[in-house]
């Protein structure tokens, strides 16, 4: 690989771990708007190091989910790194104690990064700077958010109550935008979600809508044959 | 909810999201890659989510409720759909939320 190509991934990447880290304080903030001290909130972002699962997480408890329905949750949106780390298996190919320190930044960026280089040896390169300086900044900007919030009073905290719902449909927007495969199917997931969970709201306890709206993944439909090739069709 | 409770919680999530992610690259490609698991770990996030911002936004408790915090959702969408950058979406919420609290 050429050196100014290796200059562009690590560019790349620490941009990526600025832009991310916005989120990471956001995630502080929503922590301790949920009752989570700062410890809990460093700990997730260190821990679990998986955004849309650590929202989830928080998002659960703050709606005075049990704490059942928020692990639940978050398990639920991490299923999507399992097929990452399917993914990236030819490129890292993990063995032994690599695999096991690996496996902790298969998300969302990294995966993106690694899998759009133009080669395995950038690839890499990809993955690893992307996923330290995401880690870096993610486990900053948390802590610098939650300790924000923590100091807030009257209102600001109306402000940051209006804050939490609009980080939440930051997360979710890139995936209703047209350019992402199957937006419109992904609308009617959305918009099925939210139905979902607002009618079960004044039956069910706290948080259980949350992790019931995923009954809405139904009005997504049959897979598509043509969107994933089979081996077998692949072969023939 | 006690402390205790929240951090075997906080534990309890962390360890099942890194074997969710320690899985993928252990586990044979073929167990995840059928059309259906894909199917639904593709759509997951969208009816997750958007259940969150609805419960977020317009609920308390077992109630549904109308205050700052849809004011303040649906100036993030606007900003959102103009394409404004993540902080600006957040500063404007914020402020719409606020203006709410201090005029109603």
């Known amino acids: ?236 | 909810m006690s402390g205790t409770v929240v951090w075997v919680a906080v534990l309890a999530a962390a360890v099942g999201s890194y074997l969710l992610k320690f899985a993928g690259l252990s586990v044979p490609a073929a167990w995840v890659e059928q059309p259906w698991v894909a199917r639904v770990v593709d759509f997951v996030p969208a009816a997750l989510l958007a259940a969150l911002v609805a419960v977020q936004a317009a609920t308390s408790g077992r109630h549904l409720v109308v205050d700052g915090r849809l004011v303040g959702l649906a100036v993030a969408a606007v900003a959102l759909a103009f394409r404004a950058p993540f902080i600006v979406v957040l500063l404007l919420a914020g402020a719409a939320g606020a203006l709410v609290h201090v005029l109603v």
Not at chain 1, 43 to 60: C, K, P, Y
Not at chain 1, 152 to 173: K, N, Q
Not at chain 1, 174 to 187: G, K, S, V
Not at chain 1, 206 to 230: F, M, N, S, Y
Request: charged share 10%; glycine share 12%; proline share 5%.
């Open chain 1, 1 to 236: 690989m050429s050196s100014p190509e290796r200059s562009a991934t690590l560019r790349d990447a620490i941009g990526l771990g600025v832009a991310v880290g916005l989120y990471g304080a956001a995630f502080g903030a929503a922590a301790d708007a949920a009752g989570l001290n700062v410890w809990q909130a460093a700990s997730l972002s260190a821990l679990m190091f998986t955004g849309a699962s650590q929202f989830a997480f928080v998002g659960v408890l703050g709606a005075g989910g049990s704490a059942l329905a928020a692990v639940g949750g978050a398990l639920l949106l991490g299923t999507r790194n399992t097929v990452y780390g399917v993914r990236l298996v030819p490129l890292l190919q993990p063995r032994g104690l690599r695999r096991v320190g690996l496996a902790h930044w298969v998300i969302d960026e990294t995966t993106a990064m690694a899998l759009a280089a133009p080669d395995r040896a950038l690839g890499r390169l990809a993955f690893l700077a992307t996923g330290a300086s995401i880690y870096l900044m993610w486990n900053a900007m948390t802590l610098v958010g939650a300790l924000g919030a923590a100091a807030l009073g009257g209102t600001a905290r109306a402000a940051l109550d209006a804050v939490v719902p609009a980080a939440f449909l930051a997360l979710l927007w890139p995936r209703l935008r047209r350019a992402f495969p199957e937006a419109a199917t992904q609308r009617r997931v959305a918009v099925g979600g939210a139905v979902v969970a607002l009618a079960l709201t004044p039956i069910v306890p706290a948080g259980v809508q949350v992790i019931a709206a995923v009954v809405a993944v139904a009005l997504a439909g049959r897979p598509r044959a043509t969107e994933r090739p089979t081996a077998a069709e692949e072969m023939a």
